[in-house]
């Protein structure tokens, strides 16, 4: 059998070998330029602004009474040296210099930012428009052709409140106290029952409710409804003693050196972990101060009822809600809505009217209750929204003067205390800032 067309030609073979090293050598060259310089550009946070969401340089403190880890800005550091935990108040958490740590490394993808506009509540770095600043990092909360106002605390556009979706709240959502980590000198929890014949047993960093347990139910009429309550104490670089009741405020551990007014905090979550057995009734309530909100959930009927101060104001068909298993449990007042979530989906919604004129803070906003059956609820935290300010830090409104144009933003940090963003450059007349990219994986790749 002939051979003749299977043998190849050496000189041939090295030239399409020299053709591939070029053509692999090139292509590395052109990635690297392009993630280098390119459209994916690295950056580490140097900047409070945004605050615990994106830190900047801060030290990782873990409170030695109750053991909440929590960070503190280094750009507004305690005088003494010593950071209050913002879970449980303790004053004498020492910053050493072995627990400061880097500002947060985040990519700024540019290339989501040639095929359209970033949505609301999405983190961008941009170019300021004035400063020593090159690049910063801010959330977007106003769009093009959008009239920007903020009062009492809340985002408007066009006159109308900006509400938040469940996920985008806790996405931005701010710890005010995790019942896990409870302070050595009181060991009970921020959450007692209401009623003194209460079924709730505290577990030491859980609560379970079972109807069996011994009370008094022959000596006092039971409540329709057995509610373990929240009492808020103060977690602020405040005077006075910690084991005393005060309204939930924008305090945060992050500026424990700023010297600024607490602002009220209305919009709250309650979040946790139950398990439920044959439960006739969970309830659900929240306070902001001037309204009292209540959700009635018949699990296994499929009923909610809503009632507003004390009276049902409606009753809503859903699907059964089956026990048994652990379950996500998230409700929420925020935006001016109600919003409810079990596992992994929202299961209620209720937007709600204007907030009332004079609304005072309120030092026990939430409550969770049962009647019958069986329950059990771990990992009880609460947390706010995001509180935006006047840039003087206060509560005072205010308005942009004027419509956003096309193409251009309004950007704010979390944290508006520090945060030299929008609100100053509208105010100053220095115009917008050039976006630079979305920001993308906040654990870091680099």
Request: charged letters at 20%; proline letters at 5%.
């Given at each position: 059998m002939s051979t003749r067309g299977l043998s190849a030609d050496p000189a041939s073979s090295g030239r399409r070998l020299l053709v591939a090293a070029a053509i692999v050598v090139l292509a590395t060259l052109a990635c690297r330029a392009f993630l280098v310089q390119g459209l994916i550009l690295p950056l580490r946070v140097a900047g409070d602004s945004m605050g615990d969401r994106l830190p900047g340089q801060h030290w990782q403190v873990v409170c030695q009474d109750c053991g909440f880890p929590f960070r503190c800005g280094t750009q507004h550091p305690p005088a003494d040296g010593?950071?209050?935990?913002?879970?449980c108040g303790f004053s004498g958490n020492p910053l050493a210099p072995r627990a400061l740590g880097s500002g947060r490394r985040v990519v700024i993808d540019k290339w989501s930012l040639w095929a359209q506009t970033p949505s609301r509540w999405?983190?961008?770095?941009i170019r300021p428009p004035a400063g020593p600043v090159r690049q910063a990092v801010k959330r977007v909360v106003g769009l093009p052709?959008?009239?920007?106002?903020i009062r009492d605390g809340d985002l408007y556009a066009n006159e109308r409140i900006v509400r938040k979706r469940l996920d985008e709240l806790q996405l931005m959502a701010v710890m005010v106290h995790d019942d896990r980590f409870r302070m050595r000198q009181a060991p009970s929890s921020r959450w007692q029952p209401e009623a003194s014949d209460t079924r709730w047993r505290d577990q030491g960093g859980w609560w379970a409710f079972d109807p069996d347990s011994a009370g008094s139910?022959?000596?006092s009429p039971r409540l329709p409804i057995d509610w373990l309550v929240y009492r808020h104490w103060p977690c602020a670089p405040v005077p006075g003693p910690r084991l005393r009741e005060v309204p939930v405020t924008d305090n945060?551990?992050?500026?424990?050196g700023l010297s600024r007014p607490l602002n009220d905090a209305h919009d709250l979550m309650l979040s946790a972990w139950l398990k439920w057995d044959e439960v006739e009734v969970l309830a659900l309530r929240v306070h902001d101060g001037a309204d009292k909100w209540e959700l009635w959930l018949w699990p296994h009927e499929g009923r909610l009822q809503r009632l507003h101060n004390g009276r049902t104001v409606r009753t809503t068909g859903l699907a059964p809600i089956p026990g048994g298993g652990w379950m996500k449990l998230d409700f929420a007042l925020c935006d001016r809505q109600l919003l409810l979530g079990l596992g992994d989906r929202m299961v209620y919604r209720c937007l709600l009217g204007a907030a009332p004129a004079a609304r005072a803070g309120t030092s026990r906003p939430l409550a969770v209750g049962v009647r019958g059956g069986r329950i059990?609820?771990?990992?009880?935290?609460?947390?706010?929204?995001?509180v935006y300010t006047h840039p003087d830090g206060t509560l005072r409104p205010w308005p942009a003067p004027a419509r956003l144009a096309a193409g251009e933003l309004l950007v704010l940090g979390d944290n508006g205390?520090?945060?030299?963003?929008g609100r100053h450059w509208i105010d100053a007349s220095l115009g917008p800032p050039k976006m630079?990219?979305?920001v993308r994986s906040p654990t870091g790749l680099w």
């Open positions: 010593l950071a209050v935990c913002p879970n999405r983190v961008v770095a052709g959008e009239q920007l106002a139910e022959a000596q945060d551990a992050y500026n424990q059990q609820l771990r990992a009880l935290r609460v947390l706010r929204d995001v205390p520090v945060s030299w963003d630079l990219g979305a």
